[in-house]
C-alpha cells in the first residue's frame, strides 16, 4: 500500500484517525549519547510522514501537539513513535516538518538524476547511496572518476534542471511487464502491494518508496562536490541539492569573510598566507627547539596561561640531564603550578628547599619536582637561590 506521503509528497498537513497505541521504547542518540527513551508506538489509517527506507531517513512532524521521534515501516504499516499515549479511534491531524520533508525530496530526486545521467554518459552504476545531514553520497562502480567527467556530469545534470523535466509517480502490479524494465536494486522481503515507479521523463525510471519532487525545477540546483575512494574499486560521489547549496554557500561565504579579517589577505591569496603562516610556526617551532636544548646549565620561564602538561612538554625537550629547568603557570596573585626539572640527585636535594620557599605542597622522582603554590611572590628568590647553586654546581666541576 502507498502511504498519503506518497501519494502526494507536497502535502503538509492531514486528517486521519489512531488505529492503535501501544507502549514502546526508542534507542536514540543524544549528543554522542545513547539514550532509551520509553513512549508509544501508533499506527494511523494513513499518514503523511514517511517512515525511513529506500536511503531516504524518515519524516518528523506532529500528530495534533504530540511530536513524532520516529516513523518505521513494518510490512505494509508505518508505525510512528511518540512521547505521550493517544486514544485509538480519535480522529488526529498530522503536520510534517516540511523543511526536513523537502530537503529530503530535494536530495532524494537529485540523486536518482545523478546516478541515471552517472550511468548514461559513462556507464557507472551506483551501488548504494546515503542521505546525510549535511550532504549526499552516491557510491560509483568504478575505481575513479576524472575531472573532466565530473566536469560534464555537473553541466549535464543542470541542464536537465533547467528546462523543467516533470517526475511523474507510477504504480505498476507486481506482474506488469513493465517492471522489468525500471531501475531497481530489489523489493524489501516484506513489501506488499503494487509497485511504486519514480519516472523522471525521458531520463530515468526508478522502483523507489521514497518522496520525490515532481518537477526537476524543484531541485534548484545541484553542485559535486568532488569524489572521495570508497570501498573496493568503488568511488563515492559527494553532492549537494536545492536549498544545502544555498546553506553551503552562504557558510562558505561567512568562513571567507572571517578569514579574510584574520590573514589580511583577500580570499583568493588565503590559501597562500596559510601556507605561509605554516611554515613560518615551523621554523619557529625548529628554533625554539634548537634554543631549548643549546640552554647553558639553567633555563627559567613563567607562563600566564598553561598547566602541568605544558610544563613536562616544555622540560621533555630540554636535555635536563645537564639543565636545571624551573617552570611556573598561573597568574601574579592566584595559585600556581610550578616544576623543578633536572639532574635527579640535584632535583632531589633542591626540591624540598623550593617547595619551603614558595610555601606550596608537591613531590617529586626520578628528576622531576613539581606541586602547588599559593602565589608567585617568591618566584624571584627561588630563582635566585638555583642560578647560585648552578653557578657553585659549575665552578666545582
Same mark, same amino acid.
Given at each position: 500500500?502507498?502511504?498519503?506521503?506518497?501519494?502526494?509528497?507536497?502535502?503538509?498537513?492531514?486528517?486521519?484517525?489512531?488505529?492503535?497505541?501501544?507502549?514502546?521504547?526508542?534507542?536514540?542518540?543524544?549528543?554522542?549519547?545513547?539514550?532509551?527513551?520509553?513512549?508509544?508506538?501508533?499506527?494511523?489509517?494513513?499518514?503523511?510522514?514517511?517512515?525511513?527506507?529506500?536511503?531516504?531517513?524518515?519524516?518528523?512532524?506532529?500528530?495534533?501537539?504530540?511530536?513524532?521521534?520516529?516513523?518505521?515501516?513494518?510490512?505494509?504499516?508505518?508505525?510512528?513513535?511518540?512521547?505521550?499515549?493517544?486514544?485509538?479511534?480519535?480522529?488526529?491531524?498530522?503536520?510534517?516538518?516540511?523543511?526536513?520533508?523537502?530537503?529530503?525530496?530535494?536530495?532524494?530526486?537529485?540523486?536518482?538524476?545523478?546516478?541515471?545521467?552517472?550511468?548514461?554518459?559513462?556507464?557507472?552504476?551506483?551501488?548504494?547511496?546515503?542521505?546525510?545531514?549535511?550532504?549526499?553520497?552516491?557510491?560509483?562502480?568504478?575505481?575513479?572518476?576524472?575531472?573532466?567527467?565530473?566536469?560534464?556530469?555537473?553541466?549535464?545534470?543542470?541542464?536537465?534542471?533547467?528546462?523543467?523535466?516533470?517526475?511523474?509517480?507510477?504504480?505498476?502490479?507486481?506482474?506488469?511487464?513493465?517492471?522489468?524494465?525500471?531501475?531497481?536494486?530489489?523489493?524489501?522481503?516484506?513489501?506488499?502491494?503494487?509497485?511504486?515507479?519514480?519516472?523522471?521523463?525521458?531520463?530515468?525510471?526508478? !522502483?523507489?518508496?521514497?518522496?520525490?519532487?515532481? #518537477?526537476?525545477?524543484?531541485?534548484? /540546483?545541484?553542485?559535486?562536490? *568532488?569524489? $572521495? =575512494? @570508497?570501498?573496493?574499486?568503488?568511488?563515492?560521489?559527494?553532492?549537494?541539492?536545492?536549498?544545502?547549496?544555498?546553506?553551503?554557500?552562504?557558510?562558505?561565504?561567512?568562513?571567507?569573510?572571517?578569514?579574510?579579517?584574520?590573514?589580511?589577505?583577500?580570499?583568493?591569496?588565503?590559501?597562500?598566507?596559510?601556507?605561509?603562516?605554516?611554515?613560518?610556526?615551523?621554523?619557529?617551532?625548529?628554533?625554539?627547539?634548537?634554543?631549548?636544548?643549546?640552554?647553558?646549565?639553567?633555563?627559567?620561564?613563567?607562563?600566564?596561561?598553561?598547566?602541568?602538561?605544558? !610544563?613536562?612538554?616544555?622540560?621533555?625537550?630540554? #636535555?635536563?640531564?645537564?639543565?636545571? /629547568?624551573?617552570?611556573?603557570? *598561573?597568574? $601574579? =596573585? @592566584?595559585?600556581?603550578?610550578?616544576?623543578?626539572?633536572?639532574?635527579?640527585?640535584?632535583?632531589?636535594?633542591?626540591?624540598?628547599?623550593?617547595?619551603?620557599?614558595?610555601?606550596?605542597?608537591?613531590?617529586?622522582?626520578?628528576?622531576?619536582?613539581?606541586?602547588?603554590?599559593?602565589?608567585?611572590?617568591?618566584?624571584?628568590?627561588?630563582?635566585?637561590?638555583?642560578?647560585?647553586?648552578?653557578?657553585?654546581?659549575?665552578?666545582?666541576?
Amino acid at each position: 500500500m502507498a502511504f498519503q506521503c506518497q501519494r502526494d509528497c507536497y502535502m503538509k498537513e492531514f486528517v486521519t484517525s489512531v488505529v492503535s497505541c501501544c507502549p514502546a521504547e526508542l534507542k536514540h542518540e543524544v549528543s554522542g549519547k545513547k539514550e532509551t527513551l520509553k513512549g508509544f508506538n501508533v499506527k494511523l489509517r494513513d499518514t503523511i510522514l514517511f517512515p525511513e527506507g529506500g536511503g531516504q531517513p524518515d519524516d518528523h512532524g506532529l500528530i495534533g501537539d504530540v511530536p513524532v521521534l520516529r516513523v518505521t515501516r513494518q510490512g505494509p504499516d508505518a508505525v510512528h513513535f511518540v512521547g505521550s499515549s493517544l486514544e485509538v479511534g480519535q480522529e488526529v491531524q498530522v503536520k510534517v516538518d516540511w523543511e526536513r520533508r523537502f530537503d529530503h525530496m530535494q536530495q532524494h530526486s537529485g540523486q536518482h538524476l545523478i546516478t541515471a545521467l552517472a550511468e548514461k554518459l559513462f556507464g557507472y552504476k551506483t551501488t548504494s547511496w546515503e542521505l546525510g545531514r549535511q550532504r549526499g553520497t552516491i557510491e560509483l562502480d568504478t575505481p575513479s572518476v576524472k575531472p573532466a567527467q565530473l566536469q560534464a556530469l555537473e553541466e549535464a545534470i543542470n541542464e536537465k534542471i533547467r528546462v523543467h523535466v516533470p517526475v511523474t509517480v507510477q504504480l505498476l502490479s507486481i506482474d506488469d511487464p513493465a517492471v522489468e524494465k525500471v531501475r531497481s536494486r530489489g523489493l524489501p522481503g516484506d513489501h506488499a502491494g503494487p509497485i511504486r515507479i519514480i519516472d523522471i521523463e525521458g531520463v530515468d525510471a526508478n !522502483m523507489c518508496c521514497g518522496t520525490h519532487v515532481s #518537477n526537476l525545477s524543484h531541485l534548484q /540546483v545541484i553542485k559535486l562536490l *568532488g569524489t $572521495e =575512494k @570508497g570501498k573496493k574499486n568503488k568511488t563515492n560521489l559527494i553532492f549537494l541539492t536545492g536549498n544545502r547549496v544555498l546553506m553551503y554557500a552562504e557558510k562558505s561565504y561567512s568562513t571567507e569573510r572571517s578569514l579574510v579579517s584574520l590573514l589580511k589577505t583577500g580570499p583568493d591569496e588565503h590559501v597562500e598566507a596559510v601556507d605561509k603562516l605554516q611554515k613560518s610556526v615551523k621554523l619557529l617551532h625548529k628554533t625554539n627547539l634548537s634554543l631549548l636544548r643549546d640552554m647553558g646549565n639553567f633555563f627559567s620561564l613563567h607562563k600566564k596561561e598553561g598547566d602541568n602538561e605544558f !610544563m613536562n612538554i616544555i622540560a621533555n625537550e630540554i #636535555n635536563t640531564e645537564e639543565t636545571l /629547568v624551573f617552570l611556573t603557570v *598561573g597568574e $601574579e =596573585k @592566584g595559585p600556581v603550578l610550578f616544576l623543578l626539572a633536572g639532574p635527579s640527585g640535584r632535583v632531589a636535594e633542591m626540591g624540598p628547599r623550593v617547595l619551603e620557599m614558595l610555601q606550596g605542597k608537591g613531590a617529586g622522582k626520578n628528576g622531576r619536582f613539581q606541586g602547588k603554590a599559593n602565589s608567585l611572590a617568591r618566584r624571584g628568590e627561588v630563582e635566585a637561590f638555583l642560578q647560585q647553586h648552578c653557578k657553585h654546581h659549575t665552578e666545582n666541576e
